[in-house]
């Protein structure tokens, strides 16, 4: 064998072992999904993956992000799951064929959350079209998350259906998460839009939290969070398989048990599906 066939056969032997190694690393990492604030700031998620984790071994990171920057990700094929709650977007992103399955998880409900003095009178109404005009005639500040997760997108498509938004000076966007945008809702003695989970958690942590629920309880206010998979080419098998054995245990009984089980304040903040 000459030095040039020798050197050439060295450079062939360290690329396939470079890509030998880096195929055993992504199988061997631990998975990640991205979910939504709401969801991880009620701590149900880090209940759930320390659990299987004491069954599988396996680890998976969470990073929290709003609905909107939790599909991107997806899209992208830089985490392995996506638990999100817009379940028009998703079903939009699954025919594209960004993900391959999306499986609904659970559900809560949105609220209508405000000072206890209610200035604009919607814990009297019925109907949430008739809550949010009263806050728009009543000239009453609205906090809205303006981060494109799915309780901003909610509050936008209900603002839409009713025809109307609150004039800009009262229509007051903080791009932030859910917590934060009810600290800033209190300090302003202002009404916005929370799932009652993330609602239920701050209370729970802060007994001197002022906000109170003033609207609920009405069917477009239903909040449903669902799994989807990503598509994401050339995965290994063994990572397929790890995927699809998180997604199995988050539908199992054991999951829903554990789901349905979780309470803040003795309130029960999500509902298997």
């Not at 450079?11 to 072992?17: A, E, G, Q, R, S």
């Not at 989970?197 to 942590?205: E, F, I, P, V």
């Amino acid at each position: 064998m000459t030095r040039i066939e020798l050197a050439m056969f060295l450079l062939i032997t360290l690329v396939f072992m470079s890509v030998l190694t880096a195929c055993q690393q992504n199988e061997d990492k631990d998975l990640i999904m991205a979910t939504t604030t709401s969801v991880y700031d009620s701590n149900l998620i880090e209940t759930l993956m320390d659990e299987y984790y004491e069954q599988e071994g396996v680890k998976v990171q969470i990073t929290a992000r709003g609905t909107g920057a939790s599909l991107d990700l997806g899209k992208r094929g830089d985490v392995d799951l996506v638990l999100v709650h817009d379940p028009k977007q998703e079903i939009e992103m699954l025919e594209q064929g960004y993900f391959i399955e999306r499986h609904e998880l659970m559900e809560n409900d949105f609220i209508i959350v405000g000072p206890a003095n209610d200035p604009a009178g919607i814990s009297e109404v019925k109907e949430v079209d008739e809550a949010l005009q009263a806050i728009i005639e009543s000239e009453q500040e609205f906090i809205s998350r303006g981060d494109d997760s799915g309780t901003h997108r909610r509050e936008r498509q209900l603002f839409e259906d009713l025809g109307e938004f609150p004039e800009e000076d009262k229509y007051l966007s903080v791009g932030q998460g859910m917590g934060e945008t009810l600290r800033t809702a209190e300090e302003k003695q202002a009404y916005t839009l929370s799932d009652n989970a993330t609602y239920t958690s701050l209370q729970a942590s802060n007994e001197n939290f002022e906000l109170e629920v003033l609207y609920e309880g009405n069917g477009k206010l239903e909040n449903i969070y669902s799994i989807l998979i990503p598509q994401i080419d050339d995965l290994p098998e063994t990572r397929t398989e790890k995927i699809e054995n998180l997604v199995e245990f988050l539908l199992s009984e054991e999951g829903e048990k554990i789901i349905s089980q979780y309470q803040k304040n003795n309130n029960v903040l999500f509902r298997p599906k």
